[in-house]
C-alpha cells in the first residue's frame, strides 16, 4: 500500500528539532509520496535541499502562497516563472486567495494567482489552489481562466457541496485533509456524493492536525487518520481508499 500526501509542508520552522525523523515515521507507514507546496521565495533553498535528502519521495511545486502577496509579488512571481525555466517541477502553487487575515491584498491576491495559473498552463502543469473565506473570489479567477490546460487540486477543501460541485467543473480534484475528521468539519456529510476519482488526500502539515491530533503539530504521518476516516465515509476499506487516491495523484501531477 502506497498512500500520497499531496500537501504537505515538511520545510518548515515546526519540524526544524526532528524533520528527519518525522518523515520517517510517515515512509514506515507507507506514506511514501510527498508533494511540497510553495510559500515564497525564503523557503527555496529548504525546499531543494530536502528534496536533495529524500529524492524518491519528494515532489517540489513553484508558487507564491496568497498571504504572502505583499507589495514585492511581482519579483516574487518572477522568481517563481524563474525556477519553472530552470528545472522540473510538479506544480504550480499553492496559490489563490486568502481572506482571513487580510482583505485589503485582494486585487494584487487575485492578480498573481491569475499570473500563476498562466504560468501552469505555459508549462503544462497542474495548480494547486488555497482558499480561505474566499470562495467566491476564487472562483471569480477560475471563471476567467477556465478552459483549456486548467487543472489541479482544490487544496484543502471546506466548502459545501454546491461548492464542491463547481470546483470539480473547473477540472479540480478536491484535496481532503484533518478537517473530514472534525465533529464540526460538515464536509463528511456530503463527501461520499462525490466520486472517489475527484479526491487525493493531503495533511497540510503542520497545520490543521486531525483528530484525535486537532490543536497539535500536524505531520504527513497523521494522514493515517484522515485515511481512515474517508474509507469511512465511501465504506470502503484504507487500502482502496489509498490505492485510488495515489492513482489519482498520478493523474494530476504527472509521477
Not at 525556477?83 to 517541477?89: I, S, T, V
Request: aromatic share 12%.
Amino acid at each position: 500500500m502506497i498512500i500520497t500526501d499531496t500537501h504537505t509542508h515538511l520545510y518548515s520552522e515546526s519540524f526544524n528539532e526532528d524533520r528527519e525523523e518525522m518523515i520517517k515515521r510517515a515512509i514506515d507507514a507507507n506514506i511514501k509520496r510527498f508533494f511540497i507546496p510553495a510559500i515564497d521565495s525564503t523557503y527555496i533553498e529548504d525546499m531543494y535541499a530536502l528534496e536533495k535528502q529524500f529524492p524518491e519521495n519528494i515532489f517540489l511545486m513553484a508558487g507564491l502562497h496568497p498571504t504572502h502577496v505583499k507589495e514585492n509579488f511581482r519579483e516574487e512571481l518572477a522568481i517563481v516563472e524563474k525556477q519553472l525555466n530552470e528545472r522540473k517541477f510538479y506544480a504550480v502553487g499553492e496559490t489563490g486567495v486568502d481572506l482571513y487575515w487580510d482583505k485589503s491584498t485582494l486585487d494584487i491576491q487575485q492578480e498573481a494567482f491569475a499570473y500563476q495559473i498562466r504560468l501552469a498552463k505555459k508549462h503544462k502543469l497542474p495548480i494547486v489552489i488555497h482558499c480561505r473565506d474566499a470562495f467566491d473570489e476564487v472562483f471569480e479567477v477560475l471563471e476567467q481562466e477556465k478552459g483549456e490546460g486548467l487543472f489541479g487540486v482544490f487544496h484543502c477543501f471546506t466548502g459545501t457541496f454546491e461548492q464542491a460541485q463547481q470546483a470539480l467543473s473547473y477540472n479540480m480534484k478536491l484535496g481532503i485533509g484533518g478537517v473530514v475528521t472534525f465533529k464540526n468539519g460538515k464536509i463528511d456529510r456530503f463527501l461520499g456524493q462525490i466520486p472517489l476519482s475527484e479526491i487525493v488526500l493531503e495533511t497540510d502539515a503542520p497545520y490543521l492536525a486531525p483528530a484525535p491530533y486537532r490543536g497539535k503539530r500536524n505531520e504527513s504521518l497523521y494522514l493515517v487518520e484522515v485515511l481512515e476516516k474517508v474509507a469511512a465515509v465511501y465504506g470502503s476499506t484504507p487500502e482502496e481508499i489509498a490505492k485510488i487516491t495515489t492513482r489519482n495523484s498520478r493523474d494530476i501531477f504527472g509521477v
